[in-house]
């Protein structure tokens, strides 16, 4: 089975400008994400690969799962692990082709139709969302909000990263939903110390986790 991580880091340096994309991966890393996703939307695709590669680096480095946002070219270039596709990127099918099967192909999905769509084309997880209102994403839809995560983490069979406004405040609610991991930007990226902010994302998800383990619920 694939190795899918708890806790999705996004790199973001739009939102914020103090941290490199390399920076924020390995404060992330540091502070317990077990996946760093690169996501930058414009730029020269050689500039994209530049970073991709050094993010890859370090990922390799540390046994962290890299995977890059929309861009299946800078992907294959960087030799990243994955890709995560929104519904209107490269076709999940087609990208399964270029990458192998040993790749992790993450899905954008906003309904449970969405959902459905992903898991019928072979996506290895879903990143569903958003969950509740965000702004680290301009043509984000409506938030789905907790009742519509409980119903796709209930009838899709894929591990379901939820993303969309989630922070230390909400998480657990958000994983009591039936979420397997969660995805952020802002909570860490954009916070003064984005290695402590991701550690204490981190103890809630382990916290959670163990219980459900001595629930016997795994």
Do not use: W
Not at 44 to 68: D, N
Not at 135 to 152: N, R
Not at 197 to 207: H, I, Q, S
Request: net charge positive; proline share 4%; with cysteine.
């Amino acid at each position: 089975m694939k190795q899918i991580g708890r806790l999705h880091i996004l790199t973001d340096v739009l939102l914020q400008s103090r941290f490199s994309h390399r920076k924020l991966a390995e404060l992330a890393v540091a502070g317990g994400a077990d996946t760093i996703q690169f996501r930058q939307k414009t730029g020269a695709t050689k500039e994209l690969i530049h970073r991709a590669r050094q993010i890859q680096t370090l990922c390799r480095r540390t046994g962290v799962p890299f995977i890059v946002n929309d861009r299946i070219d800078v992907a294959l270039a960087a030799q990243a692990d994955g890709v995560h596709l929104g519904q209107e990127d490269f076709p999940i099918p087609l990208a399964r082709r270029l990458l192998g099967t040993k790749a992790v192909i993450g899905g954008s999905a906003g309904t449970l139709e969405e959902a459905r769509k992903c898991f019928l084309e072979g996506a290895d997880y879903i990143g569903f969302g958003p969950v509740y209102p965000t702004t680290s994403k301009e043509d984000a839809a409506p938030a789905g909000g907790l009742d519509l995560l409980e119903q796709v983490a209930t009838e899709i069979p894929l591990p379901i990263i939820a993303i969309g406004g989630i922070t230390a405040e909400n998480v657990l609610r958000v994983l009591r939903a039936g979420a397997y991991g969660i995805a952020v930007i802002s909570a860490v990226c954009c916070q003064k110390d984005p290695q402590t902010a991701a550690e204490a994302l981190r103890r809630l998800l382990e916290a959670k986790i163990n219980f459900q383990i001595s629930r016997g619920r795994g």
